[in-house]
């Protein structure tokens, strides 16, 4: 079967690591567990005897079927052929429970699918993730405010998930090797909007609006986002000093920030 590198394949061939990694999702034999990217099934072999329920998501059409014929003789097992981006997770979510994702990222989308279980996870969809990324993916979602690796998905993460930095594997981990090193996290999805008293979806957007771009100073990227100077200048919190940039600040400034600019009639 040919590889298609286009699709991110590399796959696992250490067989320590992917033991590891399912090892990492915990007592899955009451859950439901989606898989990301199933690939050979390195790790889909692993958890279809362990997981209450197992959906992996594939979009290769040759390597979709193929693991839909090993796996036909067990039924808990299901293989779906689907991007999954246009995969709808509330539909694989026992009702009323929550589910949990494993996956080898595929490297080229990993952002978009992090957002994508945010999401999901906010909603109340999923319990807890263990992805492997590419390393400087990972280092920006568990990036803490002040270092260089903080920006808009690590605030993103962290609004939505406690993440635990669990192991880095080598290129030679995979076949064939990637160029770059991966990192596996996991995630506990615990989303922070009530608590910081601001709405998921004002406060996603006013996140993106203060790192829109790095260079400039928070209060220059809101006042770019269309923010007035006098409304800046009435609800900007003491805590917060005026040239600070998004990149410097951790989430309860931020919250303190937005429930001010939000309060505040024009
Ligand atoms: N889990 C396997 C392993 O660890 O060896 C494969 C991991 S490989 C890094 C990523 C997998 O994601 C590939 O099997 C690839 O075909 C699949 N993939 C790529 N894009 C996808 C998408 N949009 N939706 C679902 N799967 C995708």
Do not use: C
Not at 8 to 29: C, K, M, T, W
Not at 57 to 66: C, F, G, S, V
Not at 73 to 95: M, W, Y
């Amino acid at each position: 079967m040919k590889r298609k590198p286009k699709l991110g394949q590399n796959f696992l061939v250490d067989d320590r690591a992917r033991h590891a990694i399912a090892d990492a999702l915990g007592d899955v034999s009451q859950r439901t567990v989606i898989e990301i990217g199933p690939g050979r099934g390195a790790i889909t072999e692993i958890l279809a005897p362990r997981a209450g329920r197992l959906i992996a998501l594939e979009l290769d059409r040759e390597l979709a079927p193929a693991l839909a014929q090993r796996f036909s003789g067990q039924s808990k097992v299901e293989i779906v052929e689907i991007d999954v981006l246009r995969a709808d997770l509330s539909t694989l979510v026992p009702p009323g429970g929550t589910a949990d994702v494993i996956g080898n990222l595929p490297y080229y989308i990993t952002s978009d699918i992090l957002l994508k279980l945010f999401t999901a996870g906010s909603a109340g969809l999923l319990s807890r993730a263990v992805v492997m990324m590419q390393r400087e993916v990972a280092d920006r979602v568990s990036a803490s405010p002040g270092v260089r690796d903080y920006g808009l998905l690590s605030a993103t993460a962290q609004m939505n998930a406690r993440v635990d930095h669990l192991f880095t594997l080598p290129p030679s981990a995979f076949s064939p090797p990637p160029e770059v090193y991966s990192t596996v996290l996991r995630l506990h999805f615990a989303p922070r909007f009530a608590e910081l008293g601001v709405d998921a979806t004002g406060f996603d957007a006013f996140l993106k609006q203060s790192f829109a771009q790095k260079r400039k100073t928070l209060e220059n990227n809101l006042r770019a986002a269309g923010y007035s100077s006098s409304k800046l200048a009435v609800s900007w919190p003491t805590v917060i000093p005026r040239q600070a940039r998004a990149e410097s600040l951790g989430l309860e400034p931020m919250a303190e920030l937005y429930r001010a600019l939000t309060s505040q009639a024009e």
